[in-house]
């Protein structure tokens, strides 16, 4: 385990142990104050998105993408460090109860970008509004631990009935359905952001357009031209805008990572994620130190369609999944010093049962190198389960990027060579792709999952019944039974026990077939400083600044 992750995994183990009692924050001193290099203009380009994202609007937020934005553009009742700690938010401080099923957050004096003030009222609003059933809203899931939320997100409850309330304008009152210590922490994730009640009550589609958006964070939207790019520039009624350097935010779109690469060259971009970094020079790059890789507590992997035959059958996904030589594609394909996954919770995701990472409390789920004649068997025995001599036609989806082309390719030649099956590949424009998984119209596709917060369960509870995440449309009562135990308890013994075992079933069902634990690959110009990037893959411009070059 690397110096990095042992880190992680001291300061992650704190991290459950977030402020119960009156939490306050010091602030650091300005970036870069005193600085006599700072450039004059302090425009940054960002090379990290490669399309249009799904939706800015926190209701609609699901990837990536989305959250970088959102990051910039609005906060929580809670934020996060680079290292996962909890500090205050727009909640200048909160406390629980003895059990830590109930919290009362007190709000500070913030604005949004439109100059209303920010209330309890459009927290509570936003939170009910994203449990509403008539908005099936994907990450309503993640708000099931608000008494009553998932009973009024399948039309079991009133909305009254739902534990959030604006006591007063400063003032939210928060109950729970089980004590939840780590609850504040939860708070920092776009599904759980504040929505100006008065805004999207007068424009439903307030979050479509740079003229009709309005943010409560470092930054607002200036421009967004659709399938082009996004511009933000600095907030003036953000509450901490002394700290805030940067003016303008460029987004582009850069669908290429050759072309994105050629583009930080040139001097256009000044730093960007993988995406301007091509997957044929991620070594060299990296060689060179031009490049930079951080482990990163992420997965990815392959979804099976488990409503589509002959993905219906766990023998057959069993057989695709032992079909794969990790090891080569980590080696020879991504070469970006990521780790072959033999489970689906990654490297670095504490276990807060014990002092080691998660992944060092059980057995190997999967081996680095393919099981050719293992799988073989596997598939035999399932396709004759399902009644089939042969394997029919099947397609493997995946979003249009050099990257996940050159690994579906890798896979097509490996389940070629180790189970004698031809798979068809697709490639899609990133919100077809979505939508395709989401409506289950595919046979198996590629997957990826970065946490929304620090615990195994942000990699275990998207695979429930019914979850809006759950495009393998997987089912299994024993473990849904096992994460709500693990929902449910406050005990840190039992709550890893149980997840645990719901790997256990999960990993023995393979609706998801682990590939590899992720390494954040990022460029950055030399005169970029103070950026933030923190473990749970957010990256935050707030307090970055410009040199002169």
Known sequence: MSKSLIKWLGICMALMLVLLTACTGNESSDAGKGNSNLAKEQVLNVGSMSSEPPGLDPLKAQDSASGLVLSQMMEGLATTDTEGKVLPGIAEKWEANEDSSEFTFH????????????????FEYAWKRMLDP??????????????NGEKYNQGKAKVDDVGVKAVDDKTLKVTLEKPTPYFPSLTAFYALLPVNKKVAEKDKNWAGEASTYVSNGAFKMKEWKHNSKIVLEKNDQY???????ITQINFPFVADSK???????????????????????????LDKKEAKADPNPASYGIDFNTKEKPFTNAKVRRAFALAIDRKSIVENVTQGGQEPADGWVPWGMPDFSSDKEWVKNHDQYLKPTAEPSKAKKLLKEGLKEEGLDNMPTVTFSYNTDDGHKKIAEALQQMWKKNLGVDVKLA??????????KKSGDYDFARTGWLPDYIDPMTFMDMYMTGSGQNDAKY???????????????N???????AMHQAEDIMMEDMPVAPLYWYTRVYMEKDYVKNVKRSIDGNVYYTEAYLTEH
């Open 427 to 436: 490639n899609m424009e990133w919100k077809v792709f979505l939508e395709k």
């Open 107 to 122: 709000l500070r004096d913030a604005k949004w970008s439109n100059g209303d003030p920010v209330t309890a009222m459009d």
């Open 475 to 489: 089912s299994n009562k024993k473990f849904d039974k096992l994460i709500k135990k693990a929902k449910s308890s």
């Open 134 to 147: 008539k908005n099936a809203a994907i990450y309503a899931y993640q708000l099931y631990y608000l008494k």
């Open 239 to 245: 509450y901490k805008k002394k700290k805030v350097k």
């Open 259 to 285: 072309t994105g690469y050629q583009q930080f060259e040139s001097g256009e971009l000044d730093e960007g994620n993988g995406n301007i970094v091509p997957s044929d020079l991620t070594k060299s790059l």
């Open 491 to 497: 005990d840190q013994d039992q709550r890893m026990k």
